[in-house]
């Protein structure tokens, strides 16, 4: 943030829980791919869970510790911005002093809105649930309060 003062970060949040079974589809994917070869089960929730682990580490420090107080600094839930995209967006710019009303910006808001109501995941696969991965969800939950 030093780096760029004028910067806005936004960090949509995410309960590991409710995107690891995504995460770990999309990397066994890309291996299947890139590298003609998927890795374990075990080995790759291990690794998935240590990502989390520094993610989540790094995400509270650059977002909490080190920007509680910085306006150009803001936490959203995942489940905030989906139910209410617009309002967030708004929100958001409201915060920074950024005009909405009456700009091209509003246009395309607006345009957007239907289409992000009637939105769904077209995915023409099935992640594995947690269970199937064998994490524990309640042991996901304190490691991540």
Not at 120 to 145: H, T
Request: proline residues 3%.
């Amino acid at each position: 943030a030093k780096e760029l003062p004028d910067a806005k970060f936004v960090d949509i949040v995410r309960h590991p829980k409710d995107a690891f079974t995504s995460w770990y589809g999309l990397a066994q994917g890309a291996l299947g791919v890139l590298a003609q070869e998927k890795v374990e089960q075990k080995t790759m929730v291990q690794c998935h869970l240590r990502f989390w682990d520094k993610f989540c580490d790094r995400e509270k420090k650059f977002f909490g510790e080190e920007g509680a107080d910085d306006p150009n600094r803001s936490l959203v839930t995942f489940k905030e911005y989906i139910k209410e995209q617009e309002g967030t967006v708004r929100k958001l710019y409201k915060q920074w002093g950024y005009e909405v009303e009456g700009t091209k910006f509003e246009e395309r808001l607006i345009a957007d809105r239907q289409s992000h109501k009637q939105y769904k995941s077209k995915a023409a696969y099935k992640n594995p649930s947690l269970d199937e991965l064998g994490v524990d969800v309640a042991a996901l939950n304190e490691r991540y309060a």
